[in-house]
């Protein structure tokens, strides 16, 4: 059984940063991971996703340049980095895990889903 847990959300002020973490749990951290967005009264969006074993990243637009997707699998945990935000960035954030390893931007792909954290961004 596989557990996620996020970490490190709050209340930043635009222009500021925040780390978010992702503590796996369970037999196995080889899957991919993704992080994901929502906002009240909106879908939940896709923001990066990481693989397993190379550590090759994909980012929405609206992040790109911005936030840092990566992963330490001696630690199972994931991190996202995110800088220079935008009140546009508020959501609560989950992680996510991918075992069929498809990398998709579709939240329905992944197995495994995390608490979610709060981010809030003011202006």
């Known amino acids: 059984q596989v557990q996620l847990v996020e970490s490190g959300g709050g209340l930043v002020q635009a222009g500021g940063s925040l780390r978010l973490s992702c503590a796996a749990s369970?037999?196995?951290?080889?899957?991919?991971m993704g992080w994901f967005r929502q906002a009240p009264g909106k879908e939940r969006n896709f923001v990066a996703h990481?693989?397993?074993?190379?550590?090759?990243?994909d980012y929405s637009d609206s992040v790109k340049g911005r936030f840092t997707i990566s992963r330490d699998n001696a630690k199972k945990t994931g991190y996202l980095q995110m800088n220079s935000l935008k009140p546009e960035d508020t959501a609560f954030y989950y992680c996510?895990?991918?075992?069929?390893?498809?990398?998709?931007?579709?939240?329905?792909?992944?197995?495994?889903w995390g608490q979610g954290t709060q981010v809030t961004v003011s202006s």
């Open positions: 996510a895990g991918d075992t069929r390893g498809r990398g998709s931007r579709l939240p329905a792909a992944y197995d495994y």
């Open positions: 369970g037999p196995t951290f080889r899957y991919g």
């Open positions: 990481i693989t397993w074993g190379d550590g090759d990243a």
